[in-house]
């Protein structure tokens, strides 16, 4: 079952340019089972959604925000099934591990 009652698992997106790739520690579990994602809907204003969450705890975090200049949205992304639990997202882990590196080595190179 997925636990939503941990803003501990956030520190994932506060840490974001010090991780080396995902899926990364958990701040809760420390199991490598840590993912990331987040989901531009408005591009004028950048407003979107982000979700953090642990294949290995079921810790997860979802919140809105307005997704920093440097992530787009992952292409296999079916909006429709996107949802508060990271159901749908847990499904393309590994797909979204691939994108979030691709952003990641890319923002440090800047």
Known sequence: MWKDDNDKIDELFLTLREIKEFPAACPLCNKNGAHIYMHVYDDKTRR??????????????????????????????????????????????????????SIISHIKKV
């Open 48 to 101: 979107g959604g982000s979700w953090s969450w642990c294949s290995e705890c079921h810790s997860f975090l979802h919140s809105s925000m307005y997704v920093p200049e440097y992530w787009r949205n992952c292409s296999i992304i079916e909006l429709e099934r996107l949802s508060v639990v990271p159901i749908y997202l847990e499904e393309v882990k590994d797909k979204l591990d691939e994108h979030a590196n």
